[in-house]
Nanobody, 128 residues
């Protein structure tokens, strides 16, 4: 069973920083393309950032580019999202997601429908 567990969310003031982590178990982490998505109340789930399995390519949503950084440590089965210069509009539940590429396609993916595995989410609240 593939399990994704996020942590690191919380309450922070605007301009502050948080680092989210996503630990994966039950699957070979190295073959997984990974992503972060977020969902605010009453809104659809939106793409935040993604990284390919070889850690050589990353992509970001327009609203977070330049402020957020995605990374992964394949030795620790963990993906990270460093969030700086946080804004109140970044408030949402943040989800990590995984797609098993079987090492066949070394891309990152930006659509929620591309991913087969999801974590339970971690709340990020940014106060003004």
């Amino acid at each position: 069973q593939v399990l994704l567990v996020e942590s690191g969310g919380g309450l922070v003031q605007a301009g502050g920083s948080l680092r989210l982590s996503c630990v994966v178990s039950g699957h070979t982490f190295g073959s997984l393309a990974m992503g972060w998505f977020r969902q605010a109340p009453g809104k659809e789930r939106n793409f935040v950032a993604a990284i390919n399995w070889s850690n050589s390519a990353t992509g970001y949503g327009d609203s977070v580019r330049g402020r957020f950084t995605i990374s992964r440590d394949n030795a620790k089965n963990t993906m990270y999202l460093q969030m700086n210069s946080l804004k109140p509009e970044d408030t949402a539940v943040y989800y990590c997601a995984a797609f098993d590429t079987a090492y066949n396609a070394n891309y990152y993916y930006i659509r929620p429908s591309d991913y087969g595995y999801w974590g339970q989410g971690t709340q990020v609240t940014v106060s003004s």
